[in-house]
């Protein structure tokens, strides 16, 4: 059985016990009835496209089955990975979603994954109704926290064009008052512009403080442009130009609307990082379409990254420490697939290696338009 997602999915089959093999075989109802309730229910969903709709969701719906399965090397379906945070972040940046929304996305999955257990037989008993719930409380949570760090981070930009905006007329005002000075005016009118000039300089140096927050990425850049291509033909051209046959690639072909030079640099970067900090052995690049979505995966084996850092190294200027570079071109990666309606989703343990997947709409232009703000 080869499902989507984060985890090594080679090695999924021999582990999951009997529920979570009868949990699989439902998948497509469970989501296809979630999405349903989901635009039923929540009005802002009404609009949404189907792959930004069901955006990580089939990623977590694989982990909930995996923690359910004793065997399998997986705690809790949050555990080493960012899959409900992506999708919290996703949220705030792509939809008129509120924070409820999100929490009531997550009440209506375990509605419609207990329903559908019942339509068809399969039994739960109390534990596993119980994990459920807590895997679902967790999930709230980490959605939650990254639907505020994006409003937040959308907020300060906000703040960060408005500075822009503001600075320009002011240096107007503010030469304009030195002119006034200049010309020796009359010692009431040289006053008010002395005056002028002071609060100008004051206001100028509030404005540059904000500014000095801001990270150089967040400058505007020229726009991209999405042309037809096949994701599978790209990671192969990419994976080719890595040396001593390290990457093997896999996967169907995948024909959509994407742009080739920022793909191709975003795939470089996840394989130099995956061929620098892996164990040696080879590095696997898996593509792969479900509803509508591309899926991107790279895979090698090596240290993991930790828990607690899943959610950093993907943010602008981040270093990781001695022996962990992760953080270096993973915020470029990020900010690729976000301008491509996407995610990056991190999976990363001892037992399973680290996975890095990028998903995106086969074709974005519905969600973004017919060009994007490049990525810096």
Same mark, same amino acid.
């Given at each position: ?37 989901? @635009?039923?229910?929540? !009005? ?9 709709? $069901?955006? *990580?969701?089939? /990623?977590?719906? =694989? ?117 006034? @000075?200049?010309?020796? !005016? ?9 005056? $002028?000039? *002071?609060?100008? /300089?004051?206001? =100028? ?172």
């Amino acid at each position: 059985m080869n499902i989507p997602g984060l985890s090594d999915t080679a090695s999924r089959a021999p582990t999951l016990s009997p529920l979570a093999l009868q949990l699989m075989r439902v998948r497509e109802t469970v989501l296809t009835s979630w999405a349903n309730a989901v @635009q039923l229910l929540i !009005p802002p969903a009404r609009v949404l496209y189907d792959p930004l709709l $069901i955006d *990580t969701m089939p /990623a977590f719906y =694989d982990n909930l089955v995996e923690s359910l399965s004793p065997d399998f090397p997986r705690g809790t379906p949050d555990h080493s990975n960012n899959v409900a945070a992506m999708h919290g972040d996703e949220r705030a940046r792509l939809t008129r979603y509120a924070p409820g929304d999100v929490v009531r996305e997550y009440q209506l999955f375990r509605n419609v994954l207990l329903a559908v257990c019942v339509a068809d037989g399969i039994a739960l008993q109390p534990s596993d109704i119980a994990a459920v719930n807590d895997i679902v409380d967790d999930a709230v949570q980490e959605a939650l926290a990254a639907y505020v760090r994006r409003q937040s981070d959308q907020r300060e930009r906000y703040v960060m064009a408005l500075a822009h905006d503001i600075r320009n007329p002011l240096q107007n005002i503010g030469m304009a008052a030195q002119l006034i @000075q200049a010309h020796q !005016p009359a010692p009431e009118i040289h006053k008010l512009a002395e005056r $002028i000039t *002071t609060n100008v /300089a004051a206001t =100028d140096t509030l404005i540059r403080e904000i500014l000095d927050d801001a990270s150089a990425c967040r400058a505007d850049q020229a726009t991209i442009e999405f042309t037809q291509l096949d994701m599978l033909a790209l990671a192969r051209d990419v994976a080719a130009s890595v040396p001593g046959d390290r990457v093997s690639v896999a996967g169907e072909p995948v024909m959509g609307f994407w742009s080739p030079p920022h793909l191709r640099r975003a795939l470089a970067n996840l394989l130099a990082n995956a061929v620098k900090y892996g164990d040696g052995g080879k590095v696997s690049v898996q593509v792969s379409m479900t509803r509508g979505t591309v899926l991107l995966s790279v895979h090698n084996g090596g240290a993991p990254i930790p828990p607690e850092r899943l959610d950093q190294v993907l943010l602008p200027f981040h270093r990781g420490t001695a022996g962990d570079g992760w953080g270096l071109g993973l915020h470029f990666v990020r900010r690729v697939a976000e301008c491509h309606a996407g995610t990056v989703t991190l999976d990363s343990s001892a037992e399973r290696g680290t996975t890095v997947v990028m998903d995106m709409p086969v074709d974005p232009r519905p969600v973004v338009g017919p060009t994007r703000r490049e990525p810096a």
